[in-house]
C-alpha cells in the first residue's frame, strides 16, 4: 500500500504580526505545490481562523494542541469539539515543547489523541528521544513507552487518524538534522513496532514523518527513505522554502 506524503507546517507561538503571517500566506498561495501531497499547517490558535480563510484550500490547518474535554472551566485551553466545529480537521499532540515545557505525560497526551480521535479530528503525534536517551542507545525503547499508552487507548481502525511524527528532541530547532539513515533506522522500528503492538496493517498504513531541522537542502535526500513518508518542520515553515520541502519528492 501506498501512503501519501505528508508535510506539515508547524509554526509555534510565531509570526510576530498579521503582516508576517499575511507574507507567508502569499507565498503558499502563489507556489507550485506537488498535489499529490497532503499538506497542514497549525499556526497559533489566534490564527486558526482567519489562516483557514486566507490560505489556498489544499492545504489543511491543524491546532498546535488540545485539551480532553468538549467545554467547561479550562481557562487558556483548546477545546477539540470547537475544533471540529470550525472545521480545523488536525490536531499536533504531545509535541516535545509540550512534553518539556509544560510537562505533559505520555498518559496524558494518550488520553488527548483518544478524545481528540472520538471528537473527529485527525491527530499528528508527536514523539522523539532526547540526546541523552540516544547517546544511551535507548532511543527505540523511549519512542515505545511514548506510543504504548496511546496503543492502549486506540483501536486499530482510530490508526487511520493519526500520523506519527518521528522528532528527535536533540534536532528540533537545533540545526541538527537526523541522517537519513539515522531517520530510516528510527522510523522502520516504530513501523515494525505498531506491527507487533497493533496489526501488519496498521504498521504498513500509518504514515511517519521526520521532523528536526529539516529544510530546502536536506528534504530530498531524507524523502528517499522507504519509512519516512514526509515532514514535520518548525523553522523553516516560516520561510519560503517550505514550498521546497513540501515539493521534496518530485
Ligand atoms: C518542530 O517544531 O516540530 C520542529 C521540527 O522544529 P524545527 O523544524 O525548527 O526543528
Same mark, same amino acid.
Given at each position: 500500500m501506498s501512503r501519501q506524503f505528508f508535510v506539515g507546517g508547524n509554526f509555534k507561538m510565531?509570526?510576530?504580526t498579521q503582516e508576517q503571517k499575511r507574507s507567508l500566506v502569499k507565498v503558499l498561495n502563489e507556489a507550485t505545490i506537488d498535489p499529490s501531497v497532503e499538506v497542514v499547517l497549525a499556526p497559533p490558535a489566534i490564527y486558526l481562523l482567519t489562516l483557514k480563510e486566507i490560505l489556498r484550500k489544499e492545504i489543511k490547518i491543524a491546532a498546535q494542541n488540545c485539551y480532553?474535554?468538549?467545554? *467547561?472551566?479550562?481557562?487558556g485551553e483548546i477545546s477539540p469539539a470547537q475544533l471540529v466545529d470550525a472545521d480545523i480537521p488536525y490536531v499536533v499532540l504531545g509535541h516535545s515543547e509540550r512534553r518539556t515545557?509544560?510537562?505533559?505525560?505520555s498518559a496524558l497526551v494518550a488520553q488527548k489523541t483518544r478524545v481528540a480521535i472520538d471528537t473527529g479530528l485527525s491527530v499528528i503525534l508527536c514523539v522523539g528521544e532526547t540526546l541523552e536517551e540516544r547517546e544511551a542507545g535507548r532511543t527505540a525503547q523511549v519512542v515505545e513507552e511514548q506510543l504504548k499508552p496511546v496503543i492502549e487507548l486506540l483501536t486499530p481502525k482510530d490508526w487511520s487518524k493519526v500520523v506519527i511524527a518521528y522528532e528527535p528532541v536533540w534536532a528540533i530547532g537545533t540545526g541538527k538534522v537526523a541522517t537519513s539513515a539515522q531517520a530510516q533506522e528510527a522510523h522502520a522500528n516504530i513501523r515494525s513496532f505498531l506491527g507487533k503492538a497493533v496489526s501488519a496493517a496498521v504498521a504498513e498504513s500509518t504514515r511517519i514523518i521526520y521532523g528536526g531541522s529539516v529544510t530546502a537542502s536536506n528534504c530530498k535526500e531524507l524523502a528517499t527513505q522507504p519509512d519516512v513518508d514526509g515532514f514535520l518542520v518548525g *523553522?523553516?515553515?516560516?520561510?519560503?522554502?517550505f514550498v521546497d520541502i513540501i515539493n521534496a519528492k518530485k
Open positions: 510565531n509570526p510576530a480532553v474535554k468538549a467545554s *467547561g472551566a479550562f481557562t515545557l509544560f510537562h505533559e505525560t *523553522g523553516a515553515s516560516l520561510k519560503p522554502e
